[in-house]
């Protein structure tokens, strides 16, 4: 079975600019989360999908969204990018009544 | 407000050494806890989930423990190799479950 994959690997964005991630999840998860790893801040919870519908968000503003879609693909969008959100964004998936959860390898953002 | 800390924030031995990784948190009301490994620039590999009802689960050389109403876990390997080498974090998952809230990791090095 596939693991969780993340596009794109790398990504290099300027200020004020926006950017969209994707994440695919192991098959037959339903229930995608979004973390973003900083030096700084260690790993912080960004928010949680499942079925198309948001199920938990984190303290991040909102120029941090996502969705996810009926296949369980799911995309995290940054409008107004600033330097501080260069990060590590892992995506991880889950199956239903599990709540072990299995990590992408992360799209590497930086914000120039 | 849920907090997880690991000690200590970087340790170093020699091959073949066993070790103890340790992780407490401040709410004893978790779903489940979850170890980490993760290698530079990498993703996370999840390598034991332990439920709150549990006490301990092994897998191969490394043993995790729970002790809920101290708010402690431990991650024993044993025989440590070069390959063990990378990042250990844990994290938890509240009764409401959806986020993971993670330490801030220990930083192996296993020296040959």
């Known amino acids: 079975k596939a693991g969780v994959t993340q596009t794109p690997r790398y990504l290099i964005k300027t200020r004020g600019q926006q950017v969209t991630l994707s994440c695919s999840p192991i098959?037959?998860?339903?229930?995608v989360s979004w973390y973003q790893q900083t030096p700084g801040q260690g790993l912080q919870f960004l928010f949680e999908?499942?079925?198309?519908?948001?199920?938990n968000k984190g303290n991040f503003p909102g120029r941090f969204s996502g969705r996810q879609f009926s296949n369980s693909r799911s995309e995290m969008n940054v409008s107004t990018l600033e330097l501080g959100d260069s990060a590590l964004y892992l995506c991880?998936?889950?199956?239903?009544?599990?709540?072990?959860?299995?990590f992408g390898p992360g799209t590497r953002l930086t914000v120039l | 407000k849920q907090e997880v800390t690991q000690i200590p924030a970087a340790l170093s031995v020699p091959e073949g050494e066993n070790l103890v990784l340790n992780c407490s948190f401040t709410?004893?009301?978790?779903?489940?806890l979850q170890w980490f490994r993760q290698d530079p620039g990498k993703g996370l590999t999840s390598l034991l989930l332990?439920?709150?009802?549990?006490r301990e689960q092994t897998s191969g050389r490394l043993n995790a423990s729970l002790d809920k109403s101290s708010g402690r876990s431990t991650l024993y390997i044993a025989a440590s190799q070069p390959g063990d080498s990378a990042t250990y974090l844990c994290?938890?998952?509240?009764?409401?479950?959806?986020?993971?809230?993670f330490g801030q990791g220990t930083e192996l090095s296993v020296k040959p």
């Open positions: 994290a938890v998952i509240g009764n409401q479950g959806g986020k993971l809230i």
């Open positions: 332990i439920q709150s009802s549990q």
């Open positions: 999908y499942f079925s198309e519908t948001q199920r």
């Open positions: 991880a998936s889950s199956a239903t009544g599990s709540n072990e959860q299995f």
């Open positions: 098959s037959g998860h339903r229930s």
């Open positions: 709410d004893s009301a978790i779903y489940n």
